[in-house]
């Protein structure tokens, strides 16, 4: 029942990936954020470098990005939503020749007017593949409030000038991120190497934005050892290796699943309903020991969507910077790239987890796995003189292309949602 909503595998012959593509973080967030890339872009819409210039709806100021439902009216109620019955006609509509896989929960929270609910299938479990990397930013900037509880500026100081150089955890991926350099304006992308230089933010920013699973395994362990040392973060090199070999795997294990489920688990959101087990690279998994399987419902997922718009995500802070991070400002993939969302603003994440194998008559493809094929998004929607929404969706179609099935939905979501 839905309750509190407001609130590789191994085998032959097979190919699994976990992908996404896209950026994040407001253009004119350069300055605040320290992530250079932003800059890049900035000189593209100014003209002063050529490249391509990001939708409308991707080109809002950093000081545009609000949190929607912090007035007391939207604090958590103690009941479950109830459906709206309009609302939830039109969605069902959508499905009737599609397949039974597809789970959708959509809050309407459109300024002015009632709060509209839907849901279909919504307590199914999926595995989250990237947006799973959503908890691990949530871990995040919950121990940086554990070392600058009434600090943010710190926290914030500490995000721009910790400097990580990416090292063994991140074997092995195949995502590549955008790296330019503003003195010398030399731009390139690739995956990750080692060795590479990041701030904390930029490493945030290529896992969420570029989706690299390299950086969510950085991310999470740079975690770990804030829990570990506290305010004396960040250790030595000598005491970071120290700490991972030295300290037993089974308290490696339970310090990994209590830095990232133990945010979800107080906003509301229960394990069954989302939870995170094991690093997105080998080299993690190596490591530090899985905790159990990752799964989510949609359910979970636009819990979490509410909590960032409550300020509930760790705290008001906390959740605004997670929004900004999901802010799309340049290729828009799989759900949010339906042209009907050009022009509003797309808070958003993405995951896909395909699997093949030897099928007469079949080609294996992107997005299109006859063993597995699972694709999710979550997404706020945002537009100026239009609806705002939550939407999470999650599917394992098999043999069809669901990125582009995810696409086709937005689309009709929308048109619902503008009516």
Partial sequence: ?????????????????????????????????GIRRLE???????????GPKPVPGARNSISDIKLNLLS???KVP???????PDLQKAIEALFPDRHESYSLV?????AGRPMRFASRQGERQFSPGSVGKLAIAAGLFSELRKIYPEDQEKRRELLRKRMVVAGKWI??????????DPKNGSFFSRPIAEGDVFSLYEWVDHMLSASANAAASTVWKEIMLMREFGKPYPPSIQEEKSFFEKTPKHVLRDMAMSTVNDPLREMGIVQKEWQLGSFFTASGKKMVPSGGSSQATSTGLL??????????VVDVWSSLEIKRLMYMTAKRIRYASSPELNS????????SLYRCKPEPGFKCGKYMGNVENGMNSVAIIEHTHGPTYLVTLMSNVLRKNSAVEHQSIASFIDRILRK
């Fill in 171 to 180: 074997y092995t991926d195949h995502h590549a991120v955008p790296i330019y």
């Fill in 344 to 351: 509003a603003a797309v808070y958003f994440k993405s995951g």
């Fill in 106 to 110: 959509l809050l309407d929270i459109t």
């Fill in 72 to 74: 007391p009216e939207h």
């Fill in 40 to 50: 890049r872009l900035r000189l593209i819409l100014d003209g002063k470098l050529p």
């Fill in 1 to 33: 029942m839905l309750r509190l909503i407001i609130s590789c595998i191994i085998g032959i012959f097979w190919v699994a990936f976990f992908s996404d593509a896209s950026l994040s973080y407001p253009i004119d967030g350069y300055d605040v954020s």
């Fill in 78 to 84: 103690h009941e479950p939503m109830k459906v709206d």
């Fill in 303 to 312: 819990k979490f969507l509410m909590a960032i718009e409550q300020g509930r």
